[in-house]
C-alpha cells in the first residue's frame, strides 16, 4: 500500500467526495489490499474478543465484591478488599484507554 501516496491524498485541500475517489482508486490498484485489510479485521477481531473477556472478568470481580460486602448481603465474604478490585478496574480502563471509556471520573487522572 502506498501510505505516502494515500497521506497525500488525504491532507489534500481537494473537496472530501475526491478524496473518496481517489483513496478507493489507489486501494483498488493495490495487489496488496485485500491481505492488508484481512490483517486489519483479524486485528481488530481479536481486539474485540480480548475487550469482552476483559470485560467480563472485571464486571465478574465487582459482582463478587458486591456480593460480599456485609451491607449488602447479610452473609460477609472477606476474600476480596475495596483495594484490590479498584486497582483492578484502573488496570482495565488503563489496558483500553482510547477503545473504551468510563461514565465517571475516577479513573481520569490514572496512569
Known amino acids: 500500500m502506498d501510505l505516502q501516496k ?34 486489519i479485521l483479524e486485528s481488530e477481531r481479536k481486539t474485540s474478543k480480548d475487550l469482552t473477556m476483559d470485560m467480563n472478568l472485571e464486571l465478574s470481580r465487582a459482582h463478587i465484591y458486591i456480593d460480599s460486602r456485609p451491607e449488602i448481603k447479610s452473609e460477609s465474604k472477606e476474600s476480596f478488599n475495596k483495594g484490590f478490585i479498584l486497582d483492578e478496574i484502573a488496570k482495565f480502563y488503563i489496558k483500553y484507554k482510547g477503545i473504551i471509556t468510563h461514565c465517571f471520573n475516577r479513573f481520569k487522572d490514572v496512569k
Open 6 to 39: 494515500l497521506k497525500e491524498i488525504i491532507n489534500s485541500d481537494i473537496p472530501d467526495k475526491a478524496k473518496e475517489s481517489f483513496i478507493i482508486e489507489l486501494l483498488a490498484n493495490d495487489e496488496k489490499v485485500i491481505p492488508t485489510l484481512m490483517l
